[in-house]
């Protein structure tokens, strides 16, 4: 499994994050549903775990 750093607030470790993000993604089946192509039959399911992936790495301020 690819371990995904926390976004830092300050956002220095975008470029690494981004790419950790991606690469988990991809070993999921995921990368479709963030580039928004509905032709997975568990889209709603993968949408769901990649919102609780994202809850878990990125700061409450950032989403603010």
């Known amino acids: 499994m690819v371990k995904?750093?926390?976004l830092e607030l300050d956002r220095q470790n975008w470029k690494?994050?981004?790419v950790k993000l991606l690469e988990h993604a991809a070993t999921k089946?995921?990368?479709g549903v963030l580039a928004?192509?509905?032709d997975n039959e568990d889209w709603e399911g993968c949408n769901a775990?990649?919102?609780e992936l994202l809850h878990d790495t990125?700061?409450?301020s950032?989403?603010?």
Do not use: D, S
């Open 4 to 6: 995904i750093p926390a």
């Open 16 to 18: 690494i994050y981004h």
């Open 29 to 31: 089946g995921w990368l």
């Open 36 to 38: 928004g192509e509905l």
């Open 49 to 51: 775990l990649l919102h």
């Open 58 to 60: 990125i700061h409450i």
């Open 62 to 64: 950032i989403y603010i």
